[in-house]
C-alpha cells in the first residue's frame, strides 16, 4: 500500500473502538434503523394484501409472490451480496444497499399492476440482503469488548422487534385512513436516517480487514440456487400439498445444488464460503442453535395462529391478545439478555436459551390443545429461549470467525434462521394436510375434524421437537470442543 492511501486509512479510522453505547449512539441509531426496516418490512405489508389484491385486480397466486418475492430474494443473495461486502467494504455495501431500499420504496408510489409491486418487492429483497447481515457485522466490529456487543446487538434486535410486534397493528390504523402505499413509502424516512448515521457514526473499511481474494462466482450462484430452492420447496409442500410432483422436484433440486455447492467449495482455490470456517466450534454451534430456535418458533407460531381462530374460533383480535405474552417477552426481555450472559457465559447461555425454545415447543406440543395456560407458557419459554439465543447464538458466531469474514458470517445466521423458518411451517403444513379430511378454514367444523387438528398439532409439535433437539444437542457438542477461554464474558 502507498504512503498516501496508509495516511487516508489511518485518517478514516476512529482512534479506539467505543467504551460505551453512548460513544456510538449515531451509529446505533442508524444500524437499529437498518434492523427495524427488515422487521417492519416483514409485518406490515401481510395486513394490507386484501386491499392490494383488490385495487391491483390481483389473483391469489399474484398476492403469494408479493410477499415471497421479497423472502426468497433476500434469503438467496445474502450470502453472495456479503462476500462482496468482505471484498469492498461493509459500510459501502450497506450505504448503497439503503440508496436500492429508498428507491425501490419510492417506486410503490407509481406502481398500478401486481406485476410491478412484485418487481418492486424483489427489488427491497435485494436492499435487504445488501444491509441486514451487514447490521450485525458492524455492530459486532464497533467495538472490541464483548459485553459491549451483546449489548449493542440487544439494543439493534429490541428496536427490530418493536417493529415486527407492532406492525400489523400501526399497518391497520394507517389503512383506516390513507392507501396502502403509504405502508411501503415509510421505508424512504428510515432509509434515509439509516444512511445519515451509518455514513456519520461508521468509519470507512480499514483495507487490511478486508477479504483480498477473487470472488468465487460459481460458488456464489450455486449458493444463491441452493437457498432460493430451500425458501421455496417448503412453501411448495404447505400450499399444494405433498401429492404433487413439484414440491419434491424443487427439493430434489435444493439438495443436488447444496452437493454441488458443498463439492466445488471443496475444492475452489478461493471458495465463496470456507467449509473448514463453518466447521469452527463456535461458528457450527452458533448455527445449529440459531437453527433450532428459527425451526421452533415458525412451528409453533403457525400452529398456534390457526389453533386460536380455527380450531377454537377466536377472532383475529382476540387471536392478537392471545399472542401478547410472546410479544412482551421479546419486547421487554432484552434486558435481561446481558445479565444472562453475564452470569452463565455465551456458550452455557446459547444451549439453554435453545433448550428453552424447545422445551416450550414440546409443552405446546403435550398440552396445547387442552387449555390457552399451556400455550401461553409455550409462547413464553419460546420467546425467551428466541430473545437470548437471537443475540447469543449470532454472537458466536462472529466471534469464531476471522474479522475479514464477519459479514459473510452475518449473513450465515440470517440464512440459517431464513431456511429453518421456511421448514418449519412445510413441517406443520404437510403434517396438518396429510391429517386433517375437508378444509380447515370453513367456519365449522365437525367433532372428528376437531380431533383430527388436535391430533395433527401433536405430531408437528413432536416432530419439530425432536428436530429441533437434535439441533441443540448437535450444537452443544460442538460448543464444547470450542476454546474454554472463549466461553466466558468477562464483567
Given amino acids: 500500500m502507498s504512503s498516501s492511501a496508509q495516511q487516508l486509512a489511518t485518517a478514516q479510522r476512529p482512534a479506539r473502538s467505543p467504551r460505551t453505547l453512548r460513544e456510538a449512539w449515531v451509529a446505533l441509531a442508524g444500524l437499529s434503523a437498518v434492523f427495524l426496516f427488515e422487521m417492519l418490512d416483514n409485518s406490515i405489508l401481510n395486513v394490507a394484501l386484501p386491499t392490494i389484491g383488490r385495487e391491483l385486480h390481483a389473483s391469489a397466486s399474484a398476492l403469494q409472490l408479493v410477499t415471497s418475492a421479497y423472502a426468497v430474494v433476500f434469503g438467496g443473495l445474502m450470502l453472495a451480496l456479503s462476500a462482496l461486502a468482505d471484498r469492498v467494504g461493509r459500510r459501502r455495501v450497506m450505504l448503497i444497499g439503503l440508496a436500492l431500499l429508498a428507491a425501490a420504496s419510492l417506486a410503490t408510489a407509481v406502481v398500478t399492476t401486481a406485476e410491478q409491486l412484485i418487481v418492486v418487492r424483489a427489488a427491497m429483497g435485494v436492499a435487504a440482503a445488501m444491509t441486514t447481515p451487514g447490521s ?3 455492530a459486532f466490529r464497533l467495538f472490541d469488548d464483548d459485553a459491549l456487543r451483546v449489548r449493542a446487538t440487544t439494543l439493534i434486535s429490541t428496536v427490530g422487534l418493536i417493529g415486527l410486534a407492532l406492525g400489523p397493528t400501526v399497518g391497520g390504523f394507517v389503512l383506516s385512513f390513507a392507501p396502502w402505499q403509504v405502508l411501503l413509502l415509510v421505508n424512504v424516512p428510515i432509509a434515509g436516517l439509516a444512511f445519515v448515521c451509518i455514513r456519520h457514526g461508521i468509519a470507512t473499511d480499514d483495507p487490511s480487514d478486508l477479504h483480498r481474494t477473487p470472488i468465487d462466482v460459481a460458488g456464489a450462484i450455486l ?3 441452493t437457498i432460493v430452492l430451500a425458501l421455496i420447496g417448503p412453501s411448495l409442500f404447505v400450499e399444494i400439498g405433498a401429492d404433487s410432483w413439484l414440491p419434491w422436484t424443487i427439493t430434489a433440486g435444493a439438495v443436488g445444488a447444496a452437493i454441488t455447492f458443498v463439492v466445488r467449495e471443496r475444492s475452489a482455490r478461493h471458495p465463496l464460503l470456507d467449509l473448514a470456517l463453518v466447521a469452527r466450534p463456535l461458528v457450527s454451534s452458533g448455527l445449529a442453535f ?3 430456535t428459527g425451526l421452533a418458533t415458525a412451528g409453533l407460531s403457525y400452529l398456534v395462529t390457526l389453533q ?4 377454537w374460533g377466536w377472532t383475529p383480535a382476540q387471536a392478537a391478545i392471545g399472542l401478547l405474552p410472546q410479544v412482551v417477552v421479546l419486547i421487554a426481555g432484552g434486558a435481561l439478555v446481558g445479565p ?9 447461555a446459547a444451549w439453554l436459551s435453545a433448550a428453552a425454545v424447545v422445551c416450550g415447543l414440546s409443552v ?4 396445547g390443545t387442552y387449555a390457552y395456560v399451556w400455550v401461553a407458557v409455550a409462547l413464553v419459554l419460546v420467546a425467551a429461549g428466541m430473545r437470548v439465543n437471537g443475540v447469543v447464538a449470532g454472537t458466536n458466531v462472529m466471534r469464531g470467525l476471522p ?3 464477519t459479514t459473510i458470517g452475518a449473513a450465515l ?3 440459517a434462521s431464513e431456511v429453518a423458518t421456511a421448514i418449519g411451517i412445510a413441517v406443520c403444513g404437510t403434517i396438518l394436510a396429510a391429517l386433517f379430511t375437508g378444509d380447515v378454514t370453513a367456519s365449522t367444523w365437525t367433532a372428528a375434524q376437531a380431533a383430527e387438528f388436535s391430533h395433527a398439532v401433536r405430531i408437528g409439535g413432536l416432530v419439530l421437537t425432536a428436530l429441533a433437539a437434535v439441533l441443540v444437542c448437535w450444537g452443544t457438542a460442538r460448543a464444547r470442543r470450542g476454546t474454554p477461554a472463549a466461553a466466558t464474558l468477562n464483567a
Avoid at 386460536?308 to 380450531?311: E, W
Avoid at 444472562?340 to 452455557?348: C, I, M, W
Avoid at 405446546?364 to 398440552?367: E, F, M, P, S
Fill in 136 to 138: 450485525l457485522a458492524l
Fill in 403 to 405: 474479522k475479514e469474514r
Fill in 364 to 367: 405446546y406440543a403435550a398440552l
Fill in 290 to 292: 440459531k437453527a433450532a
Fill in 223 to 225: 449458493g444463491t440456487l
Fill in 308 to 311: 386460536l381462530q380455527l380450531a
Fill in 413 to 415: 445466521v440470517d440464512t
Fill in 340 to 348: 444472562v450472559v453475564q452470569r452463565l457465559g455465551f456458550d452455557k
